[in-house]
């Protein structure tokens, strides 16, 4: 991929990579066709424990309906699909503007930003699957798309029924989450000009009956070592680019549990100025998404090897080779976590020492007030902006040496 970073200033490529029930019987069977690809997938799911290649070329609808099958399919195809984009993976950081995954995907993007290695992905995701597949086993729970309607009457109605919003993907698309008894009771009494379509998950999946899952990855995760990530990432969570890697992995393990809040994402890319996103395979669901949301943004599903030509094409159009956020060995940044004004905090001037976690400042935005701490402390050695200066999502704030501190 070297040489091919020639966007223009101002263009943004955003990587995206889907969630669960984006995967169809037999997807990846052009992909086997080129060795490399077969080859790295085989060693993902050998890590995973599980023949990727079969579940993603022979199994059934029904069989790669399973949760602790199909998110490491996924995770492992978007991985080996982004080395076949980016054959030195070193390139892609000064391309991609910033990266996101709806769900299971986040692991994908984290573990293309290099925040997690690929291996340590695939434990994490097979961990995921069957702690996720094992709560929903628990009691029969699934989860409904709804379609159009009211926000806010959709909303109250989850609340009337006891569902939670599991998804926000943006404008008319809630996904409600809950025990089957309720999404019945919600189906019989559904929002006004909404449409619902009940999905093919096998769980409630980012709702309080996760809440075994995240005690089972929360004790696997004390094992995992992190690193920053080497572009912007955009948490699910609430739309923020996290710039510490600790950081991600506690979201990973959390977000099993929690909404996912697409809608913010896409905001965040939106702020960012995005102008083209890319979609790791199994493709179409979050481009799909933006093609509504996200007006005069380009998008490429990318659902086949014989697209990756274009795909090229696409990257060199968008990326404007500012995406490389890497801190060399004896400095770190701090970045923004959103769009908005920076508040610096009092005391904090270059040579200034900061504990680990101290807040050097606040950034606010119109949805809220967000601190801004330094993760590991170091001392400043450089104020990349000043109190009242206007922030984007990733944007550096304060550059610090790290050693020396408590």
């Known amino acids: 991929m070297a040489g091919r970073q020639n966007g223009h200033p101002g263009d943004v490529l955003v990587i995206v990579a889907p969630g669960q029930g984006s995967q169809t019987p037999g997807f990846l069977t052009p992909w086997l066709e080129d060795p490399s690809f077969a080859a790295r997938l085989d060693w993902l799911g050998t890590v995973a424990g599980l023949d ?43 391309a991609v503007g910033a990266a ?38 628990e009691r029969p729970t699934s989860m409904t798309a709804v379609l159009g309607g009211d926000r806010e009457e959709v909303l109250a109605a989850l609340v009337k029924h006891g569902l939670t919003a599991a998804n926000d993907n943006g404008p008319g698309q809630i996904v409600a989450a809950g ?27 980012h709702t309080t009956h996760m809440k075994p899952a995240v005690a089972s ?26 710039h510490d890697g600790t950081d991600v992995l506690r979201r990973l393990v959390t977000q099993v549990s929690t909404p996912v809040r ?52 696409f990257v060199r159009k968008h990326a404007d080779g500012s995406g490389d956020l890497d801190s060399s060995p004896t400095w770190r940044l701090v970045v923004s976590p959103a769009k908005g004004t920076f508040h610096a905090a009092d005391g904090i001037s270059v040579g200034s020492p900061l504990r680990s ?32 200066d206007l922030v984007a999502p990733g944007m550096p704030l304060v550059r610090l040496h790290p050693e020396g501190t408590e």
């Open 52 to 94: 990727l290649a079969h579940y993603g070329t022979e199994a059934d609808a029904e069989t790669i309906r399973d949760t602790a099958i199909a998110q490491p399919l996924l995770v492992g195809t978007g991985l080996v699909a982004a080395l076949s984009l980016f054959p030195h993976p070193s390139d892609a950081f000064a």
């Open 262 to 313: 697409w809608d913010l994402c896409m905001q965040t890319m939106s702020d960012l100025g995005v102008t083209g996103i890319l979609e790791m395979p199994p493709a179409g669901t979050l481009t799909g998404i933006a093609k509504r949301a996200l007006k005069g943004v380009e998008t490429l599903a990318l659902k086949t090897p014989d697209q990756l030509e274009d795909a090229w094409a």
């Open 217 to 242: 990855l929360s004790r696997l995760a004390i094992s995992v070592s992190t690193h920053d990530p080497r572009s912007r990432l955009i948490s699910n969570r609430d739309g923020h680019v996290i």
């Open 100 to 137: 996101a995954g709806h769900s299971v995907g986040e692991i994908t993007a984290a573990a293309g930003l290099g925040v997690v290695s690929a291996e340590q992905a695939m434990v994490l995701v097979r961990e995921r699957g069957k702690a996720m597949a094992a709560a929903s086993a």
């Open 179 to 205: 025990t089957v008894e309720q999404l019945q009771s919600f189906a019989d009494d559904p929002p006004a000009k909404a449409r619902l379509v009940p999905l093919s998950v096998a769980g409630a999946f």
């Open 357 to 388: 976690s101290e807040t050097i400042g606040s950034v606010h935005s119109l949805r809220d007030q967000i601190p801004v701490v330094a993760p590991h402390g170091g001392t400043v050695v450089e104020q990349l902006v000043e109190d009242g």
